[in-house]
């Protein structure tokens, strides 16, 4: 069966260092993967997906940046972190197909920004 | 721009009760309808999939609904139990798009 896997599961981070999370998935191959945030009070918005190696598509413009280096690994970075990265980051993948497979999703990962 | 809304906000229910979450949403230009299950500090546990040609799904005492021309759908859950309580959260794949789209979220809290 496929799982999905994200590290860490909590982190505080100061203003103005760097950012990596890692999100790999398992029991599957060439999947849709995904970066999702939830925000105090806020509900889940898209930050970036890709297709395929190297395929990185981002939804809103921001200091965090995303790369594929392997089929089932997604790692979500930034240089210098700011407050308002603080929230809840989900991992997310799909099998592809015509648009219509659903999206599972990793145990998240809570940035608190000091 | 498609647009998820989710009433009511919060739910409090005695033990055992039926009830009913809705969602709306704006564009009925869709892929499918996602309905997920998240419990407090955790990740989205994926509940029914509903793809655009279909009217509904059922899972155990869940049973989702779609009207995707009116742009609803509707998760029922019989015979509430305290192990129910968590944020309910519906999303869609809208055509155009990969990704999906959420709305904020149903708190649900099941009294025993």
């Known amino acids: 069966s496929q799982t999905i896997h994200q590290w860490p599961a909590t982190l505080v981070q100061p203003v103005g260092s760097p950012l990596s999370l890692e999100c790999t998935v398992e029991?599957?191959?060439?999947?849709?993967l995904y970066w999702y945030r939830q925000a105090a009070g806020r509900g889940l918005q898209l930050l970036f997906y890709?297709?395929?190696?190297?395929?990185i598509s981002s939804e809103v413009p921001q200091n965090l940046s995303a790369s594929r280096p392997q089929d089932r690994q997604f790692i979500l970075s930034s240089k210098k972190l700011l407050l308002s990265d603080s929230g809840f980051y989900l991992c997310?993948?799909?099998?592809?197909?015509?648009?219509?497979?659903?999206?599972?999703f990793g145990d998240g990962t809570r940035l608190s920004i000091l | 721009k498609q647009e998820v809304t989710q009433i009511p906000a919060a739910l409090s229910v005695p033990e055992g009760e039926n009830l009913v979450l809705n969602c709306s949403f704006t564009?009925?230009?869709?892929?499918?309808l996602q309905w997920f299950r998240q419990d407090p500090g955790k990740g989205l546990t994926s509940l029914l999939l509903?793809?655009?040609?279909?009217r509904e799904q059922t899972s155990g005492r869940l049973n989702a609904s779609l009207d995707k021309s009116s742009g609803r759908s509707t998760l029922y859950i019989a015979a509430s139990q305290p192990g129910d309580s968590a944020t309910y959260l519906c999303?869609?794949?809208?055509?155009?798009?990969?990704?999906?789209?959420f709305g904020s979220g149903t708190r649900l809290q099941v009294q025993p």
């Open positions: 997310a993948w799909n099998g592809k197909g015509l648009n219509n497979q659903p999206q599972h």
């Open positions: 029991g599957t191959s060439n999947p849709n």
């Open positions: 890709s297709v395929g190696i190297g395929q």
């Open positions: 564009d009925s230009a869709i892929y499918n």
């Open positions: 509903i793809q655009s040609s279909q």
């Open positions: 999303a869609v794949v809208t055509m155009g798009r990969r990704a999906l789209t």
